[in-house]
């Protein structure tokens, strides 16, 4: 009896609770939140109108237009449920507007009627593409803001300092990746002094070109603060390092910016410092190591000497690390291995001598690891081994020998590896090519011997980056087999024992850089070259072949966006081809070229060196080389069958370096537009039949070293 009794009342206590939970139901749902009001969705339609949506005004790759679905009639028209919009739960007003990477393109002035919304408490229009537009002056109007986010959006000229100050409730302003932008003298002064609220002040990449004003260490509040590239200097105020609440800071590239570091204390909040790039001189201060919040520090190329301290490796949270490019000396730091958090480590470029890398096997979470350039020798440590997470692996330009061993296909993740300019010999395993992932593989520089044949490529599906060269291998560039080869963007087989051009390439139109140099390649260069990658290749090299000529060349060569050509030491007969006006470099050196030099080289105006030595050019130096003055560096034209005048070939902003037109039959006087190449620091016209009084005019030339006129036909004295 008494369990039915419990029974029911428990069935009575759940009805009335049931009862209870739809009052309150009901009751809240009475209570809805407040519309947009009419004013200001009426204002956010116009500033929608007021651009352009376009693709490719955002970067980042989940940008899309989120003012696309605003409308102001139907369903939907409320603005308060508008994407991107926040409005006030109690007042209907709108108080935030999250538009990041919303494909916004156009100009925006003081009219707009964003400065309308005056209830605004965040705003945020970070990547997008405002045209360059000055940060208009109609922004003070909002001045009940905490958080201005304008980064990344293409904003430009003077940033109006009365507009800032106006803006008393700041507490987190990014204006960085905005490199048009500039901070007026004292600005940086100024702002820190005014708006003292700051929690986070980022202005990396904008133009500020000043000193680090003292005001910033009194930011007790501030927890990031990020002045990447702005082009500081003076003495950075130490005291900063020792703010209560700072836990990022980046002043990574200002390169005239001296750091000098407090006694840092175990109290540190620091979580990130970011130094690369800055000035330091002498020694990694110990109470770095004190420091043990820290998960992510970069101080490469700071001038750092002497031993790393081995306090560091008391910093357990690091998972970032980067002491590249300083002057560290010593052995390699063992203490490396307590930090068994990190996940990028690069060491690159330091003077250490020999030391033990056995600590490698304690660091199983990295995932990039750079040890080039650090002076190791011996094999390829076999701590490595066990490395199954890493996805990028660089121990180029060291003294490493013995062969590459088998075992590099246990790094299944690996999609960079970089083995180049060490003493490594023997066969390429063919487990390395077992290692799918892999984008970049460079091997170049070494003694590698054997085999390559192209079939065992055709399991590298992403590899796009392939450099071979200057080993002693073969390469077999044809296969038996349907094998689909990679799409590449590099491709080096210098030195590979080719006799002719692989045919491979006829299917390759994604090249950026193609070097088949140092071979031993016959007959003319094939149609069929002119027709790959017509559209991305930058870069080809084909000197010290034995290349006869040019099969059906164009008038002008095809790829539209060539920047180095390189030709020389081969035997090219016929004339002289012309590359594309992007050219930068071009070199045609050592060959049997004939006929005058075409006036369309004097389209080339980006072109900084021209190498047209040792053929049988013959006529007159076009006069229109005037043109190349203020882009050209260098001007080789010895050793040809060259006449006629030296052509006036410098102007007021020639960026001339060298001139060597010796060697020729050039005739007449020494034009005394010379006097206007103020960069000139050689210039030989020996061995020609110059006819005139020496030259000494040439003496105002401030960085002229070498002047050689030595057999020419008759040069007199004044």
Excluded at 374 to 389: D, K, Q, R, T
Excluded at 500 to 518: A, K, Y
Excluded at 666 to 692: F, H, R, T, W, Y
């Amino acid at each position: 009896m008494g369990s039915i009794l419990y029974l029911f009342i428990l069935m009575r206590f759940l009805a009335l609770l049931s009862s209870f939970h739809l009052i309150v139901t009901n009751s809240s749902s009475s209570v809805q939140q407040p519309l947009c009001h009419d004013n200001e969705s009426s204002a956010l339609l116009q500033f929608k109108q007021s651009f352009l949506i376009d693709e490719y005004a955002s970067e980042d790759s989940y940008a899309y237009p989120k003012v696309a679905t605003w409308k102001s009639h139907g369903e939907g028209s409320d603005c308060c449920s508008w994407d991107g919009v926040e409005c006030d739960r109690e007042t209907g007003h709108v108080i935030g507007l999250h538009l990041a990477s919303s494909c916004l393109y156009g100009s925006i002035n003081s009219s707009s009627t964003l400065f309308s919304l005056v209830h605004l408490r965040r705003l945020d229009l970070s990547d997008n593409d405002f045209n360059y537009s000055e940060i208009p002056h109609g922004v003070s109007q909002l001045s009940r803001l905490r958080s201005l986010n304008l980064s990344d959006s293409q904003f430009s000229g003077q940033i109006p300092s009365e507009v800032l100050l106006a803006l008393s409730k700041l507490v987190f302003l990014d204006l960085s990746g905005n490199p048009m932008l500039q901070l007026q003298k004292h600005g940086l002064r100024n702002l820190v002094q005014n708006l003292t609220l700051f929690k986070k002040l980022h202005l990396s990449q904008v133009n500020i070109s000043s000193t680090i004003p003292h005001a910033l260490a009194n930011l007790s509040s501030l927890t990031s603060l990020r002045l990447r590239e702005c082009g500081l200097h003076g003495e950075f105020p130490k005291k900063i390092l020792q703010l209560p609440s700072l836990q990022f800071l980046s002043l990574r590239y200002n390169p005239n910016l001296n750091i000098y570091f407090p006694e840092f204390q175990e109290t540190s909040p620091l979580k990130v410092l970011y130094l690369a790039g800055t000035s330091y001189s002498g020694e990694l201060p110990a109470s770095m190591g004190k420091l043990s919040s820290l998960s992510e520090l970069d101080i490469s190329s700071c001038n750092f000497t002497g031993l790393v301290p081995s306090s560091l490796g008391h910093l357990t949270q690091l998972s970032y690390l980067d002491l590249s490019y300083n002057f560290f000396s010593g052995p390699i730091p063992s203490f490396l291995a307590n930090l068994t958090t990190l996940t990028y480590l690069s060491l690159t470029s330091n003077n250490f001598s020999a030391g033990t890398l056995a600590w490698l096997g304690e660091q199983t979470k990295l995932t990039i690891l750079y040890l080039d350039q650090i002076n190791l020798n011996g094999e390829i440590p076999s701590s490595l081994v066990n490395m199954s997470e890493l996805t990028i692996l660089n121990l180029s330009k060291n003294q490493l020998i013995g062969q590459i061993p088998s075992w590099l296909m246990n790094l299944t993740q690996l999609t960079e590896l970089y083995l180049q300019e060490n003493k490594l010999e023997g066969p390429i395993p063919s487990s390395l090519f077992e290692l799918v992932n892999l984008q970049y593989l460079y091997l170049h520089s070494n003694y590698l011997t054997g085999t390559v044949e192209l079939h065992m490529l055709s399991n590298l599906k992403n590899l796009t980056d392939l450099q071979l060269s200057y080993n002693r291998i073969s390469l077999l560039s044809y296969t038996s087999t349907n094998a689909t080869l990679p799409k590449f963007k590099l491709l080096g087989l210098a030195s590979c024992n080719l006799t002719e051009f692989p045919d491979f390439l006829q299917n390759q139109q994604e090249l950026e850089v193609l070097i088949l140099s140092t071979n031993k390649i016959h007959g003319p260069i094939p149609k069929w070259m002119w027709n790959i990658s017509k559209e991305t290749l930058e870069a080809l090299f084909l000197s010290n072949n034995f290349l006869s000529g040019f099969s059906q060349v164009p008038d002008v060569l095809p790829w539209s966006r060539m920047s180095i050509l390189e030709l020389s030491s081969n035997m090219l007969q016929g004339s002289l081809p012309v590359p594309p006006s992007s050219t930068v470099e071009y070199s045609v050196s050592r060959n049997r070229l004939a006929g005058e030099i075409p006036s369309l080289i004097c389209n080339l105006t980006s072109l900084s060196l021209l190498d047209l030595s040792g053929n049988n050019l013959s006529g007159s130096i076009p006069q229109c080389f005037t043109k190349l003055s203020s882009s050209l560096s260098i001007l080789n034209l010895r050793r040809n069958n060259l006449n006629g005048p030296i052509p006036q070939t410098c102007t007021n902003t020639s960026n001339l370096r060298m001139i060597d037109l010796s060697e020729n039959q050039l005739q007449g006087q020494i034009p005394k537009s010379l006097a206007s190449c103020m960069m000139l620091e050689e210039l030989v016209l020996g061995n020609n039949l110059i006819n005139d009084i020496f030259p000494f005019w040439l003496g105002s030339l401030p960085r002229l070293q070498v002047i050689c006129l030595q057999n020419t036909s008759k040069i007199g004295m004044q």
